[in-house]
Structure formats: C-alpha cells, structure tokens
C-alpha cells in the first residue's frame, strides 16, 4: 500500500517514520522541507508539492497545524483534486466538526473517500506507536500508528468532537492540577508527595501523571503541547459546542487563563503552564 | 488493642465492621442507635455516651458528618475530656485545616495526641478495606481500614487540605465531564462509546471509570455520596482556599453548579448529578 | 446632500426616516422590500438593488445585521464598486474590528472614505433622535440621527472596540441585575422597591432603569434587542479580546448563561432574558 | 433627642460630626479612642466605653467594621443590657442577615427594639449627609444623615440583603469596568476618552463616574473603600446568597479576582484595585 503523508511536524513525523518501519511506501510532503528531509532516511521518498505527494496513493494522511492549513492544502493546493478514485483521505489533525463536514461534502462530491481519525498523545507517545486513534472509518494503516482504534460512526464530524472533547477534558484537568497545587504549596504539603498520593489512587491515570509531574516539577520546557495549540483546541470547543448550543463554562474558563498565559508572554511553553498562571494569581512565585 | 470508634454512618458502618473482624475490641456510638447495633453482631459493644466509647480505648476513631458534630462531640460532649493519657484520638472525617488545628491544640494543651487521617473512598471502598487514608500520623489500625496509608507530616492539618484537595479534583472532574457528555450528547455521539474512549486510553482511572458511568447511565440514585455533603466539601474547599488566598475558580464555578443543583431540588441524589445541571442548561431532557 | 440608507431593520427604518425628515435626499434599500416600502411616505425613493441605492449618493449609511451580511453587501453585492469618488460609507452597525480593518483597507485601496460609526441606543431612541453615536471621522449627517457624536480618533476599527465593549458592559450589568434580583426575590424583598432603591441613588443611569424595569416585571417580549443578537455581540467582543490576548471572564460567564438562554428556547425574546436564567438557576419559577 | 454613636471609623466619624451639627446630643466611643476624640470639636461628648455611651441614650447607632465586632460589642460587651427601655438600637453597618436576624431576636427578646439601616455612599458622601440609607425600620434621625432613606419592611434582615446585593452591583461594575478598559487599553483607544463615552450615555450614573475615574487614572490610593473590606462584602453576599440556594456566578468571580488581589499585595489599596488585576492578567503594566 501506497500512503501520501503531508504534514511532518512533532507528531506526523514520528508517525511517517513508524509507516516506513512497518513497511509502507510513503511519500511524505512538508511545506518546510527540511523537517521532512530526515525521514528519507527510513525509505520515505520526498515529494515536490502536496500533489505530487498524493499522486499515486492508497491512502493520503493529513496531519497539519489547524483548520486553515488542513482547507488549503485540501482544498486550494489541490489534493482532493489530484487523489486518485479509490484513494481515501486520512485526516488526523486535530480540527473543527465544522471543517470536517464541509470536507466530507466535497470528497462526497468528486467521488473520493474521507475519513476523521485524530489521535491522541504527545509525540513520546507517536514515536512509540502508542496513540490512541479515534476514527469514524477505518484503515490498515492505523494498525502501524496506533495502540487501538476506536471507531465512532459514519460521520467524519464525530471524530472530532470526541477528540476535541477528550483536549478539553484534558485542558480542565490541567487547570484544576493547577488550581490545586497552588493550595497545597501555599499549605506547606509537598507537591511531590501531593502528586503520589492523588496518581496512587482515585487518579491514578497517565495523564495525571504525566501532567502532574510538569507541574509539580514547573517543568514547561521544552513544550510537548505548545500553548498557542492548547489554546486553539480550547477554541475550537467552545465553537463546536456553541453551535449546538452547549455552555461549558469550564472551557470558557480554561480559555480565559490560556489567553492570559498568553499575555504573560508563555507562548513557547507547553500548555500546562496554566498551572503557572495558577500560582502566579495565588501569589505563588 | 482496644477501639472506641464514633459515627457509624454510611463510612464508618462498614469501616467498624472491618475493625471488629481484624479482632480488635471495637466499643461503638452513633448517635441516632440503630444505625450502630447491626455491629453487635460482628462483636462490637454499643456505648451509651461518646465518652463512654471513649473511657478504655487505646485508640478512639470519630468520623463525623462535619465540623460542626466532630467540635461538638470532641470539646462539648466530653471526648477530650475523657480521653485516657496514652490514648490517640484518629479523626477520619472530611473536616476543615482550620477545625483539626483548633482541634490539635486543644489536644496538646491536654497532653493528648491527635491526628488527622481522612480517607478517599465511597462505602463499597470503605467495606472492602480498599480505602485510601490520608494521615498526618500513623497507627496500627490503618491497616484494617485501608489498602495503603500516606504520611504526610506531623501536622493533623495537613492531612485535611490534602483530602479536600482531592474532593475538589473529584468536583471538578465531575463538573467537566458533565459539560462533555452534554457537547458529546448533542452532537450525536453515543455516551457509552464516548466512555470507553476515555477510560481506555487518558483517563484509565477508577475516579473517571466510577463517574464516568454513573453519568453516562443517568443513575444518580441511589446517592453514594449525596449533593448537599458535595457542596460542604467544596464549601471548605474555598474556605481553606481564601484563608491562604488562593483563588480557585474551577472550585467557584462548581460551588454555583452544586447551588443550582440544590435549588433544582436534587439534594437526595448522588454529587454527580452535576451533570444532570450541565445536561439541563444545555437544553437536554 | 443626497443619502443611500441600506438595510431598514429595528435601527434602521427610525434612523432613515430621521433623515428623510431632517430634509435629505434619502434612497434606502432593503432586501426585504416590504420593511423599507413604508419609508416612502416620509418621502425616500426605494432602491432596487444596494448599487442603485448607492449610485449617486453623497454618503452611504450601512446598518446590516452582522459581520457577514455587512460584509456580503459592501465587497460582494458591489456597493464600494459603485460608490462615487467624493462619498463617504459610513458602517453604523456594530460590526467586529477586524471587518472594519478590512473595510477600511479596502476603502483605501479603492480611493473611498470610510467611517465606523456604531450607535449606542434601542429602536425607540432611534425614532427620538436619541442615540449616541460613536465615530471614527465625522460627517453632518450625525446630527439628523444623534443626541451626540463622539469621535474616537481616525482607525474606524477603534469606534468598533467603543461599542463593542459598550455592548459587553450592558450585557454585564444584565446578568449581575439578573443574579441580584434572584437573591432578592429568594430573600422576601419586592423586586420593585428593590429596583427604585438601586436606580434612585449609585444606579440613577438610564441603562439601569431600562434593562432593571424590564427585569422586575418580567417583560422580555416583545424583544428590543433579541437573544442571538446580543450573543452575536458577546462573541464579537471574546474575538476581539482574543486577538489581543485580552481575558474578559465576565464576558465568557454571559456568553454561557445566553447559550444557556438559547437552548432553553428563549431565541425570540429579549436579550435580559439572561435573568430569567439566574432566576432558573436559583430554582424559581 | 440624645444619641449614643459606636464606632468612628472612615464612616462613621463623619456621620457622627453631622448628628452634632444637627443639634442632637450625641455621646460617641470607639474602641481606639484617638479617632473619637476629634469629634469633642463639635459638641460629642466622648464615652469610656459601649455601655457608657449607651445608657440614656434614646438611639443608639452602631457602624463597626463586620459581623464580629457588631456582635461583640452588643452581645458580649453589654450594649443591648444597657438599652434602656424606650430605646432603638440602629445599626448602620454592613453586616450579614443571619447576624442580622439572630440581633433581632436578641433583642425582641430583651424587649428592645433592632433597626438595620445599612448606608450606601463613600466617606465623602457621609461627611456631605448625601449617604443612602437602606432601613427596615424609620427614625427621625435619619434626615441629619442621608439623602433619602428607603424602608424596606419590617424585617431588619431585608435591609441587609438590599445593602449586600447593592454591594454585589457595584463589585460586578467595577470587574466588568476592569476588563473593559483592558480592552481598550490594549486595543489603543484614549482610556479618558472612553469613560466620557460611556458616562455620558447609558452609564450616565455616579458609581460609573466614580470608581470609572479611578480606573481610568489607576489612583487606587488613598482608597475610599479598602480591598479586605471589599472581600468581605463578596463574602457576606455568597453566604447570604447560599442559605437560599442561589447560585451567583458572577459574585464567585468576582471574588476570586479580590482573592489575587490580595495575594498580589493589594490589601491597602482600594478595591478597585480589581481592574488592575484585569490588567496584568492581560499582560499590561
């Protein structure tokens, strides 16, 4: 099988490297080339442009920055256009229901096959083909990417409500970790020994551990998620659920402390510098 | 070793039973009776007055509904007062920093130890000895009651912000993913596999298996923890909070959630009918 | 001085009318015909199109809708195509601050004048001549229209932010007065003393008796200003926020309470339906 | 008419000096002698104590610093004892509604009569006797005091519930004017020019002139009313607000920004010091 990549940044390169390894022929596309460049190293040819990438492929996975740059490469640069008949599109960013469903329509439209699969976890997790892909639809190739694939239905759209639901879930706990560290440091309990006791227990999952110890150690750099994206998800719920006329007052929270990190001028850390924001409001620091 | 164990509501109930099988000599109070006689049958004898379940005891366990019974029992009725020298008195309730260290000093002064050890668990927990315990001290008897003790230094306060801490992830947690299954509802996604996503991969843990269930089933009652000891928990929560001032938004918000959940007339039911408020301001139902 | 008025809604047919009164040459156009047909009694001739309206005009007045409508007209529909080189558009409606760069620069680059001119008022001030009108530039015709023209420098866009953020402090004060008179109403005090007592003293402001009797009687229809209108202005003012890392958490409260108003079904009445929520929330009615 | 006046702090002091002026014979104490002593100037005599100055009194007024020195001094200090038969005891602080009714049937039951008049206005507007008063209850005393005296009904408690949401009003104004003038700020528009925008017109009212002219000149010292006294205030008005089940989102924000306030080190500052708050967490300054 034959699969086109475009979009080679944190996470799509990883995952174009674990789809050379499994053994697929990739042709990978990025619009800044050198990010790209390394993966030739695992077999995977260099495409010119994001048709020339989508040529000839089985399967096409689209996996860029956010709703703007995933339109115009579909849409304006041409690869819906250049997909062969029986090509299915993978989309795997993280994207708005809305795009998703006008997508839908215009593959529907030229006869071509789109599917949503957004993934989650952080490029630790990619380089080890450990993502959990959400997909409404399926494909051989997740096999080589992800540790499970759930799948949600027919509509593309569906994917990515449960991804963006899944950010905000996380994007609340991270506020709430933040909330609550800053009570316990201002307390005089040790963080360390505060994270222990609630990741031994009631929470004992990876994302409060993973999140937990960054905060517990205000260890924000080097970014795994950088701010500005957290705060596009974070956008991109709120948007979502507004459509269908769903308050969710921790999202608006959650957005009013991005945009303030964003103001404190954290843009190049990782998104759980919320909890910084926390303790900063607290008096902490 | 010989128990005098105080409040034997829906946590201690099942808590003295364990004890009493462990083989200690387990004397109970409750102050409305028939709720402490069923542990007759386990072995335990039913004390006429807190201070007499208190006069011979090694160790004295209270766990109250709330400040104001534990103060009441401790300094009014006489618990203190009759506590034996070498006794240490085990307060096990969710109660406030600022009553455990009214409460310490008011040991001190006696020439008695106190210590603060809350625990994190519903009854099924509490009657499989699973629960976790939150001390600021330590003692023989945890290791009936629990699956595994934290220490977290010599002062009983300390014990107690982290305990409602950990109530106020809960909250949280419960808060957020009411807002969720509301988007995921009204965008035609199924609860059930929404769940599965979660608990699966990010969330694998007991707190968001546990809730996450019962909110996605709608099954608020039977209560396991009912409304109006929720909102007391976040009431301290803030409480401890402003003391330190520490702002805690996430924990405002859901405060005003449990308030209108009050007023809707929900204070039999379970605290996780935060999401049914959610669900309600959405337009569902 | 000859006029084309376009769009003749709520605001609109008072202000054209105004304007015929005041002695100009008034051509309005509105897309539903039959709101505008009433105008000609008072003497305006009725266009066909927005470019017949704007053909020979001195000054073009626009109070469409929203961004998009405002948008459509002016770029698409050719209404600065058609503009004479010595007019002036004036954008009386309350539009985002990015369309009025866009306009602006658009304008510019076509040898055209534009103004933002958002007015502060409802649809009876405007038939009373009595709006405030907030400019970017000048222009004689305010007069016929407004009680007082302010001119906030020479960026259209910044008329935008006065008036968005004006919108934004009426929408405050609504959902504050609607929580106030929820704790008053629950706490045995006649909501219309209680209204005389804040608007005869720190509150003597017209804002506070309109939107307060409005409140204390439950009078919500018929709407002065609708519930999607002014959850299209709180979004405007959370975009422009964003754009320069601005949190408004007011704002995102009153965005979720009007969604909340929104899916409770309240989309025809009045936007201070808000306190019809807080009165819900608080479990009355 | 013979007056005994307890406590003259920042308020009270000018009302006293009124009283005196108007002819009354009035006899003051406060617990910090020195700020009672000016008063002598004009005609008070000064009280060695609560008691002293209340025993032939045929008014006694008390305006105390919060719910605990009201309580202190009536209950514990002997002030309602002393009371003699004919007498009213008026207390004009803000204080809660719970202390408020518990006064009521402490009284009641001695056979003494409890008016709560709480006030509106800043020390400027007591020395100018433009205060508001808020009564639950009347007496001829209140002319030499106030502008305009509303009653609210028989219950004293009311009183306290009207002075505390207006409390509410103006905390919610001064947040909403805070991110408002963010905004602006950093949006680029002439702060001055603003205010005189929104006073003008639909915010045309004196809090809006007063604390908006604070904000838009940042002279939060010397303060009028200072942040603690703020906070507490927000306080009274969610505990007031909770005993009915009334969720006040806005109050819940508004006193997480006075709790950063304060750990930001804003103690002594005026509590419009909020908008400060607003504007670092939006990067300025």
């Avoid at 030739?40 to 442009?49: F, K, N």
């Avoid at 860029?64 to 599109?89: I, K, N, R």
Wanted: charged share 20%; proline share 5%; with cysteine.
């Amino acid at each position: 099988m034959r699969i086109g990549f475009i979009g080679t940044g944190a996470m799509g390169e990883p995952m174009a490297r674990n789809l050379c390894r499994a053994g697929f022929a990739v042709t990978v596309y990025n619009r800044t080339r050198s990010r790209a460049e390394p993966l030739t190293a695992d077999g995977a040819r260099l495409a010119e442009s994001p048709t020339d990438a989508v040529r000839d492929a089985d399967v096409v996975i689209t996996i860029l920055a956010d709703d703007a740059a995933t339109e115009q490469v579909t849409l304006v640069d041409g690869l819906l256009a250049a997909l062969s008949p029986d090509a299915v599109h993978v989309c795997m960013a993280t994207i708005s229901p809305a795009l998703s469903e006008r997508l839908t329509e215009a593959h529907t439209a030229a006869g071509r096959a789109f599917v949503a699969a957004p993934v989650f976890g952080r490029p630790n997790a990619a380089a080890d083909a450990k993502l959990s892909i959400v997909a409404a639809g399926d494909s051989a190739v997740f096999a080589a990417l992800g540790q499970r694939t759930f799948v949600v239905g027919e509509r593309p759209a569906a994917a990515n409500v449960v991804k963006l639901s899944g950010n905000f879930l996380l994007a609340s706990m991270i506020e709430s970790l933040g909330e609550a560290f800053a009570l316990v440091r201002k307390s005089g309990v040790d963080p360390a020994l505060y994270l222990d006791i609630i990741t031994s227990t009631l929470f004992a999952a990876p994302a409060y551990k993973n999140y937990g110890s960054i905060i517990a150690e205000e260890r924000f750099s080097p970014p795994g998620f950088r701010l500005p994206l957290g705060l596009k998800d974070v956008r991109l719920v709120l948007q979502t659920a507004e459509a269908v006329n769903v308050p969710m007052p921790v999202a608006s929270l959650v957005r009013d402390q991005l945009l303030s990190a964003m103001a404190r001028g954290y843009e190049d850390l990782d998104w759980a510098v919320l909890a910084r924001v926390a303790a900063e409001n607290a008096g902490l620091e």
